[in-house]
Protein backbone atom coordinates (compact mmCIF):
# COMPACT_ATOMS: atom_id res chain seq x y z
CA UNK A 1 0.00 0.00 0.00
CA UNK A 2 0.86 3.82 -0.17
CA UNK A 3 3.24 4.77 2.81
CA UNK A 4 3.20 8.28 4.18
CA UNK A 5 3.12 11.02 2.31
CA UNK A 6 4.01 15.16 2.98
CA UNK A 7 3.64 17.80 0.88
CA UNK A 8 5.20 19.72 -0.15
CA UNK A 9 8.17 18.52 -0.57
CA UNK A 10 9.93 21.68 -0.49
CA UNK A 11 8.72 24.94 0.96
CA UNK A 12 10.84 28.44 0.72
CA UNK A 13 9.09 31.53 2.97
CA UNK A 14 10.28 34.70 4.41
CA UNK A 15 10.99 35.32 7.60
CA UNK A 16 7.89 36.20 9.77
CA UNK A 17 5.48 34.36 7.59
CA UNK A 18 3.23 31.41 8.33
CA UNK A 19 3.42 27.98 7.09
CA UNK A 20 1.44 24.33 7.11
CA UNK A 21 3.11 21.39 6.41
CA UNK A 22 0.46 18.48 5.68
CA UNK A 23 1.13 14.92 6.57
CA UNK A 24 -0.85 11.92 5.15
CA UNK A 25 -0.25 8.33 7.21
CA UNK A 26 -0.21 5.47 6.02
CA UNK A 27 -4.26 4.30 6.13
CA UNK A 28 -4.94 2.64 9.11
CA UNK A 29 -2.50 3.71 11.50
CA UNK A 30 -2.90 5.24 14.33
CA UNK A 31 -0.05 6.71 15.41
CA UNK A 32 1.55 9.67 14.01
CA UNK A 33 4.60 11.54 14.85
CA UNK A 34 6.16 14.94 13.44
CA UNK A 35 9.92 14.96 13.77
CA UNK A 36 12.95 17.54 12.55
CA UNK A 37 16.04 17.10 11.11
CA UNK A 38 18.55 19.74 10.86
CA UNK A 39 22.63 20.51 10.57
CA UNK A 40 23.10 21.02 14.04
CA UNK A 41 20.57 19.94 15.89
CA UNK A 42 19.97 15.92 14.50
CA UNK A 43 16.82 14.41 13.99
CA UNK A 44 14.55 16.35 16.82
CA UNK A 45 10.91 14.93 18.26
CA UNK A 46 8.22 17.68 18.16
CA UNK A 47 4.78 16.01 18.81
CA UNK A 48 3.09 12.56 18.60
CA UNK A 49 -0.98 11.77 18.02
CA UNK A 50 -2.54 9.32 19.12
CA UNK A 51 -6.00 9.26 17.02
CA UNK A 52 -6.42 13.15 17.31
CA UNK A 53 -5.07 13.43 20.81
CA UNK A 54 -1.51 14.55 21.31
CA UNK A 55 -0.04 13.36 24.39
CA UNK A 56 3.14 14.03 23.79
CA UNK A 57 4.16 17.76 22.73
CA UNK A 58 6.96 17.80 24.45
CA UNK A 59 9.46 18.71 21.27
CA UNK A 60 7.60 21.66 20.42
CA UNK A 61 10.44 24.21 20.30
CA UNK A 62 8.22 27.30 20.86
CA UNK A 63 4.65 28.51 20.54
CA UNK A 64 4.92 29.51 17.29
CA UNK A 65 4.93 25.89 16.64
CA UNK A 66 1.93 24.12 16.62
CA UNK A 67 -0.05 20.16 15.37
CA UNK A 68 -3.51 19.45 14.84
CA UNK A 69 -4.58 15.70 13.34
CA UNK A 70 -8.20 15.89 12.04
CA UNK A 71 -10.35 12.09 11.44
CA UNK A 72 -7.46 9.85 12.80
CA UNK A 73 -6.10 10.73 9.62
CA UNK A 74 -3.88 13.87 8.15
CA UNK A 75 -1.84 16.12 10.12
CA UNK A 76 -0.77 19.97 9.62
CA UNK A 77 2.17 21.23 11.65
CA UNK A 78 1.66 24.89 11.47
CA UNK A 79 4.72 27.37 12.35
CA UNK A 80 3.78 31.08 12.36
CA UNK A 81 5.97 33.77 12.15
CA UNK A 82 9.12 31.66 10.99
CA UNK A 83 12.12 32.39 11.55
CA UNK A 84 15.70 31.59 10.38
CA UNK A 85 16.43 28.76 12.82
CA UNK A 86 12.88 26.81 11.72
CA UNK A 87 14.94 26.25 8.39
CA UNK A 88 14.67 21.83 8.38
CA UNK A 89 13.44 19.11 7.09
CA UNK A 90 10.36 18.25 8.45
CA UNK A 91 9.77 14.70 8.75
CA UNK A 92 6.46 12.92 9.44
CA UNK A 93 6.22 9.09 10.31
CA UNK A 94 3.03 6.74 11.66
CA UNK A 95 2.72 3.51 12.84
CA UNK A 96 0.13 1.20 13.43
CA UNK A 97 -0.43 1.35 17.04
CA UNK A 98 1.15 3.57 19.74
CA UNK A 99 3.82 2.00 21.82
CA UNK A 100 7.91 1.76 21.99
CA UNK A 101 8.07 -1.73 20.54
CA UNK A 102 6.31 -0.50 17.21
CA UNK A 103 7.91 0.42 14.02
CA UNK A 104 7.56 3.77 12.76
CA UNK A 105 7.40 4.48 9.36
CA UNK A 106 8.80 7.74 7.83
CA UNK A 107 8.06 10.42 4.91
CA UNK A 108 9.87 11.84 2.53
CA UNK A 109 9.62 14.85 4.56
CA UNK A 110 9.03 19.01 3.82
CA UNK A 111 12.50 20.56 3.11
CA UNK A 112 11.27 24.31 4.91
CA UNK A 113 13.93 27.40 4.12
CA UNK A 114 13.48 30.36 6.14
CA UNK A 115 15.14 33.20 3.94
CA UNK B 1 16.25 11.77 30.21
CA UNK B 2 17.01 8.92 27.28
CA UNK B 3 20.14 9.08 24.75
CA UNK B 4 21.81 7.57 22.05
CA UNK B 5 25.59 7.73 21.02
CA UNK B 6 27.11 6.47 17.85
CA UNK B 7 30.33 6.60 16.38
CA UNK B 8 31.53 9.83 14.23
CA UNK B 9 31.73 9.49 10.50
CA UNK B 10 32.64 9.27 8.13
CA UNK B 11 33.32 5.42 7.94
CA UNK B 12 34.75 4.77 4.27
CA UNK B 13 35.61 0.98 3.39
CA UNK B 14 36.42 -0.95 0.58
CA UNK B 15 33.72 -3.27 -1.04
CA UNK B 16 33.25 -6.30 0.56
CA UNK B 17 34.81 -5.23 4.05
CA UNK B 18 33.47 -6.05 7.34
CA UNK B 19 31.44 -2.95 8.74
CA UNK B 20 31.05 -2.28 12.55
CA UNK B 21 29.24 0.82 13.89
CA UNK B 22 28.97 1.35 17.29
CA UNK B 23 25.90 3.04 19.04
CA UNK B 24 25.44 3.13 23.08
CA UNK B 25 22.29 4.00 24.80
CA UNK B 26 21.02 5.70 28.25
CA UNK B 27 17.85 4.75 28.63
CA UNK B 28 15.69 4.15 31.90
CA UNK B 29 13.63 0.78 31.85
CA UNK B 30 13.63 -1.26 29.03
CA UNK B 31 14.04 0.64 25.56
CA UNK B 32 13.07 -1.06 22.15
CA UNK B 33 16.37 -0.66 19.82
CA UNK B 34 16.14 0.62 16.37
CA UNK B 35 18.73 1.25 13.38
CA UNK B 36 16.68 3.20 10.34
CA UNK B 37 19.33 4.29 7.10
CA UNK B 38 18.92 7.21 5.04
CA UNK B 39 20.46 6.23 1.35
CA UNK B 40 21.03 9.54 -0.72
CA UNK B 41 18.07 11.16 -1.76
CA UNK B 42 15.56 8.75 0.22
CA UNK B 43 13.67 8.87 3.28
CA UNK B 44 14.58 7.31 6.70
CA UNK B 45 13.69 3.31 6.03
CA UNK B 46 13.86 1.28 9.61
CA UNK B 47 16.85 -1.71 8.78
CA UNK B 48 16.33 -3.50 11.80
CA UNK B 49 14.95 -3.85 15.76
CA UNK B 50 15.29 -5.58 18.46
CA UNK B 51 12.39 -5.05 21.43
CA UNK B 52 14.29 -7.20 24.44
CA UNK B 53 17.69 -7.53 25.60
CA UNK B 54 19.93 -10.36 24.08
CA UNK B 55 17.61 -9.67 20.69
CA UNK B 56 18.83 -9.97 17.66
CA UNK B 57 17.60 -7.87 14.96
CA UNK B 58 18.77 -8.70 11.18
CA UNK B 59 18.07 -7.57 7.64
CA UNK B 60 19.78 -7.28 4.15
CA UNK B 61 22.86 -8.73 5.54
CA UNK B 62 23.28 -6.38 8.52
CA UNK B 63 22.77 -7.40 12.07
CA UNK B 64 22.90 -6.26 15.66
CA UNK B 65 22.12 -7.43 19.20
CA UNK B 66 20.83 -5.91 22.30
CA UNK B 67 23.06 -5.94 24.50
CA UNK B 68 21.86 -4.42 28.17
CA UNK B 69 24.75 -5.33 29.71
CA UNK B 70 27.04 -3.06 27.98
CA UNK B 71 24.13 -0.83 26.90
CA UNK B 72 24.92 -1.16 23.22
CA UNK B 73 23.39 -2.13 20.03
CA UNK B 74 26.08 -2.17 17.36
CA UNK B 75 25.58 -3.07 13.61
CA UNK B 76 27.31 -5.47 12.03
CA UNK B 77 27.83 -6.35 8.19
CA UNK B 78 30.16 -9.25 7.32
CA UNK B 79 30.73 -7.98 3.29
CA UNK B 80 29.89 -3.87 2.55
CA UNK B 81 28.76 -3.06 -1.09
CA UNK B 82 28.71 -0.03 -2.84
CA UNK B 83 24.72 0.28 -2.24
CA UNK B 84 24.71 0.47 1.49
CA UNK B 85 26.66 4.22 0.82
CA UNK B 86 23.99 6.07 3.54
CA UNK B 87 23.31 7.70 6.76
CA UNK B 88 23.02 5.47 9.46
CA UNK B 89 21.17 6.70 12.67
CA UNK B 90 20.94 4.50 15.45
CA UNK B 91 17.56 5.31 17.76
CA UNK B 92 15.49 4.03 20.70
CA UNK B 93 12.24 4.22 22.16
CA UNK B 94 12.18 4.55 26.03
CA UNK B 95 8.78 4.47 28.18
CA UNK B 96 7.60 6.72 25.69
CA UNK B 97 6.58 5.63 22.16
CA UNK B 98 8.96 9.04 20.41
CA UNK B 99 12.18 8.02 18.94
CA UNK B 100 15.35 9.37 20.21
CA UNK B 101 18.49 9.28 17.52
CA UNK B 102 21.85 9.31 17.58
CA UNK B 103 23.83 11.58 15.90
CA UNK B 104 23.63 9.41 12.58
CA UNK B 105 27.03 7.52 10.82
CA UNK B 106 27.76 7.93 7.16
CA UNK B 107 28.91 5.16 5.45
CA UNK B 108 30.33 5.32 1.96
CA UNK B 109 31.98 2.72 0.56
CA UNK B 110 34.16 2.69 -2.74
CA UNK B 111 35.11 -0.45 -5.12
Known amino acids: GAGVSQSPSNKVTEKGKDVELRCDPISGHTALYWYRQSLGQGLEFLIY????????KSGLPSDRFSAERTGGSVSTLTIQRTQQEDSAVYLC?????????????FGPGTRLLVL | GDSVTQMEGPVTLSEEAFLTINCTYTATGYPSLFWYVQYPGEGLQLLLKATKADDKGSNKGFEATYRKETTSFHLEKGSVQVSDSAVYFCALTGTASKLTFGTGTRLQVTL
Open chain 1, 93 to 105: ASSLRSGPQETQY
Open chain 1, 49 to 56: FQGNSAPD
